[in-house]
Nanobody
Framework: QVQLVESGGGLVQPGGSLRLSCAASGSIFSIYTMGWYRQAPGKQRELVAA???????NYANSVKGRFTISRDNAKNTVYLQMNSLKPEDTAVYSC???????????????WGQGTQVTVSS
């Protein structure tokens, strides 16, 4: 069984910073692309940033230059460093990973439970 567990959300003032972490655990053979999505109230879920196994990142235009995605393959963990946060960054942030489990032999997308990020003064 594969699990993704996120941490690091919270309340921060505009202009502040937060770092999100997401660790994958379980019977994992390999992890491919990892990413962060967010969903604000009344809006559709959107991709924030993603990173391939070879460390190639991809960002939404709205976060370029402010957010940085990284990963530690030895720890099966992906991070999202968020700087210069704005009120419009307020959302539930969820991590996603494309994982090949040892048991099934098929690559599937796995999701974390989500963590709230609130940017407010």
């Amino acid at each position: 069984q594969v699990q993704l567990v996120e941490s690091g959300g919270g309340l921060v003032q505009p202009g502040g910073s937060l770092r999100l972490s997401c660790a994958a655990s379980g019977s994992i053979f390999s992890i491919y692309t990892m990413g962060w999505y967010r969903q604000a109230p009344g809006k559709q879920r959107e991709l924030v940033a993603a990173i391939t196994r070879s460390d190639t990142p991809n960002y939404a235009n709205s976060v370029k230059g402010r957010f940085t995605i990284s990963r530690d393959n030895a720890k099966n963990t992906v991070y999202l460093q968020m700087n210069s946060l704005k009120p419009e960054d307020t959302a539930v942030y969820s991590c996603m990973a494309r994982i090949l489990p040892r048991v099934t032999g098929a690559v599937e997308s796995y999701w974390g439970q989500g963590t709230q990020v609130t940017v407010s003064s």
